[in-house]
């Protein structure tokens, strides 16, 4: 082993490549057997019907085999080419995965890990993907141009303390360095062909009805469906009788890179304890992840030793365990404490009714802050009569308005189409950009109208209002809040929250706002598109304002908060 992890990484991917013409071979084989076999039932059906028994002659059959073979040579070599030059990219796309947020500290933290550990091993290049689930999961890659790719899920960045990161990163780039990535990357890639045939095949609910009244086209569609589910099948077998010890070898790798047996273990029993499967992904691909996807049972026997691509969970703590003369008790005692140490450490939030008994824990700006100018527009509705006074903002995101219908200026007395006027051009031309009609206003609360603050919150970027203490969120970052427990919350806040889920969570026709306040048209403080008040989600009829330009979601203060607490407190039921 040792050898091996000394070798030049670009020496090992050329012996891979050369181990990877036993894969050619085996497709090659497959594909001559596989046509051969339908070919020729298709030929003794046409001959029975035919009644042309000649076409079993010797010379026909010499012929057939040239052709199959030759064909067989051909299709085993595009598929091995696909697999090759597009599968990295496609799991890529199948799991969703995108470059990490380096606004976002976890994020930061995982790319500064994947850098350290490069450095320490000697790689010239490894780029880092974060997958968008809450599983507990990882693994690597390697992509068409011999790029190393580690990829780790949401759940494992949020679960995970640094020295864990560091060890399941390095095992990782254990894989990389003994060249198992390549060769495990091709070998699923090699599914994606038979996966996206299967998919392409499946027939529609309406034409499966439809043709089952016919009887007519459907027999031979189920036939080649069949044959690509088959196909399916032998590659996950193929994937499954890789070598178990490639983990057991790449934990020994990880340990000299990091260090820190003890972590990689805890890191492990992690991902094995807690949902570890990834999305809706194919268990062909289980190779690839540090940790099975469906990791239940702990059997050894033959036909696990023969079926299962990872080993026991057991059998890796105690032979990591073994590396620091403790037992795996012990590091599983280790897990408990970490995690309960974890949550004596949160930061505990309190309510804004608690904030504001303290005045000094405002800190109030002496800048002015700009205030809606006055309301010196109104619009011919479509019968013709006059409708307002609006804002320039309010007049813009009225239900029936268009560049075409009249409006006129209060303040000036004048009545022409909107687009007469420079004021409502400009403001236009300003949406179009995804900007605030006034610029002076832009990163303003749309409350209070003060400048926003940039500010942290469960290790994410947001900004956050100073007076009124309500929060711009991306909402593409919000499951990434929702799953990490940084923060804690003060018994008046938690309060706060049971209290909303009996007034409002139990009767979802009532929307009223958490904040109680009176309602008026919010502008998005990024873009200045109006924003509406809209449940979170089907699940969680809390009401939060939305702006569907930009996709920026305005908490106002507490909403956040009481938001992730219902969503902890039902996490913790469920499981």
Known sequence: MRKDYRRDFYEIQSQQWKKSLFLVFILILFYFFAIGFISLILLAGFSLITGKAGLFSQNFLLKFLLFNAAVSFLIAFFHFFEARKFGAKFILKRLRAHPPDLSDRHHKRFTDTVDEIRIASGLPKVVPYVIPDFAVNSMAL????????????????ADLTRDEIQAVVSHELAHIIRGDTFYI????????FFEKLRDALEPEEHYRRRVSHSGQGYAGHVLVYIAANLSAVIMRLLSTLISRQREILADAVAVELSRNPKALARAIYKAHRKNSFVGDFNLTYSPLFIVHPESTGESDGFFARLFNSHPPLMKRIRLLAQMTRTSPGRII?????????????????????ELSQDDSSKDAETEEAPRDEGKTWSIRDPKGNLQGPYTLEELLFVRFFTPLIRVKNLQEDIEAPARGFPQIRKALIRLGKKKPINPAKKDRCPRCFMHLREGFYEGIAVKVCPQCSGKLVDSTVIPRILTRKEVGFSESLIKKAHDFKKKFILNPINTKKICGKQQHRLFCPNCGCRMLARPYSYQYFIPVDKCFSCQKIWFDADEL???QILIEERKSSAG
């Open 142 to 157: 390697i992509s068409a141009d011999n790029t190393p790719n580690i990829l780790i899920t949401e759940g494992m960045l």
């Open 185 to 192: 990357t091709l070998v699923c890639s090699l599914a994606n």
């Open 561 to 563: 908060e009481i938001l």
């Open 333 to 353: 005692k280790e897990v408990w404490e970490i995690r309960k140490k974890r949550e004596e450490a949160r930061t505990i939030l309190s309510a804004q009714e």
